[in-house]
């Protein structure tokens, strides 16, 4: 079932002339903007891999990837009943989750037709009491009713490996390690690891040898246009 977020995000995307729902072959897709196709995907960039893959063969892509930076849960006494309670979620996701996604997509990302784009979105997502499938967890026993778009915070576009390195820290030595980006964001080693495995992976970084246990790594110049 489609959520009001999905929806409001396609009539972003189609503002200005822009078709919904088409279908392409096998495919449907989101929003058609003159000769550009756009994909809005919430789970997992890897569930599109092939079909993105597919349609970058003749077609130019923007791959809409939003990102919940900041979550309003309100809890309904039952499905499409009274608001009981409103509360923020504790949890925050940054722009740096787009590696998490990233990980599983760089056989596809970096293509000369395909840019894309990080939305780092606010929502407000409704919830009523699930059905007891997990009686450990009873906190978590829910069902999401709808989500909702409340504001768009930044945007984010991406079309080369270069582009990426835009988020590693602006101070690091010539030849780094994750050790370097981990201190530099401020974020756990592993998060630094992930993004060092994306950046290699995408051709942004090369490994030039080792410091102890870890790698090293240097940025990959551009090639002069």
Same mark, same amino acid.
């Given at each position: 079932?489609?959520?009001?977020?999905?929806? /409001?995000?396609?009539?972003?995307?189609?503002?200005?002339?822009?078709?919904?729902?088409?279908?392409?072959?096998?495919?449907?897709?989101?929003?058609?903007?003159?000769? /550009?196709?756009?994909?809005?995907?919430?789970?997992?960039?890897?569930?599109?891999?092939?079909k993105i893959r597919a349609l970058?063969?003749?077609?130019?892509?923007?791959?809409?990837?939003?990102?919940?930076?900041?979550?309003?849960?309100?809890?309904?006494?039952?499905?499409?009943?009274?608001?009981?309670?409103?509360?923020?979620?504790?949890?925050?996701?940054?722009?740096?989750?787009?590696?998490?996604?990233?990980?599983?997509?760089?056989?596809?990302?970096?293509?000369?037709?395909?840019?894309?784009?990080?939305?780092?979105?606010?929502?407000?997502?409704?919830?009523?009491?699930?059905h007891g499938r997990r009686r450990?967890?009873?906190?978590?026993?829910?069902?999401?009713?709808?989500?909702?778009?409340?504001?768009?915070?930044?945007?984010?576009?991406?079309?080369?490996?270069?582009?990426?390195?835009?988020?590693?820290?602006?101070?690091?030595?010539? /030849?780094?390690?994750?050790?370097?980006?981990?201190?530099?964001?401020?974020?756990?080693?592993?998060?630094?690891?992930?993004?060092?495995?994306?950046?290699?992976?995408?051709?942004?970084?090369?490994?030039?040898?080792?410091?102890?246990?870890?790698?090293?790594?240097?940025q990959k110049r551009r090639k002069?246009?």
């Amino acid at each position: 079932m489609e959520t009001s977020l999905h929806r /409001q995000l396609k009539e972003r995307y189609a503002a200005g002339g822009g078709l919904t729902e088409q279908r392409l072959g096998r495919y449907r897709i989101d929003v058609v903007r003159g000769q /550009q196709l756009v994909e809005i995907q919430h789970s997992s960039l890897a569930s599109i891999r092939d079909k993105i893959r597919a349609l970058l063969k003749k077609h130019d892509v923007l791959v809409v990837k939003p990102i919940v930076i900041r979550k309003h849960l309100v809890k309904l006494k039952h499905q499409g009943g009274d608001v009981i309670s409103r509360r923020r979620s504790p949890k925050q996701r940054t722009l740096l989750d787009i590696f998490e996604e990233l990980v599983h997509f760089t056989r596809v990302f970096p293509h000369k037709r395909l840019t894309l784009e990080v939305l780092l979105v606010e929502i407000e997502e409704g919830r009523y009491p699930g059905h007891g499938r997990r009686r450990r967890y009873r906190d978590d026993d829910h069902e999401v009713e709808d989500q909702h778009l409340l504001e768009v915070h930044g945007v984010h576009g991406f079309r080369s490996a270069a582009d990426l390195c835009r988020l590693l820290p602006p101070e690091l030595p010539k /030849q780094f390690h994750t050790g370097h980006i981990a201190d530099g964001l401020s974020v756990d080693r592993w998060v630094a690891q992930r993004m060092a495995y994306c950046l290699r992976n995408t051709g942004a970084l090369k490994q030039v040898g080792k410091l102890g246990g870890a790698w090293l790594y240097e940025q990959k110049r551009r090639k002069a246009a």
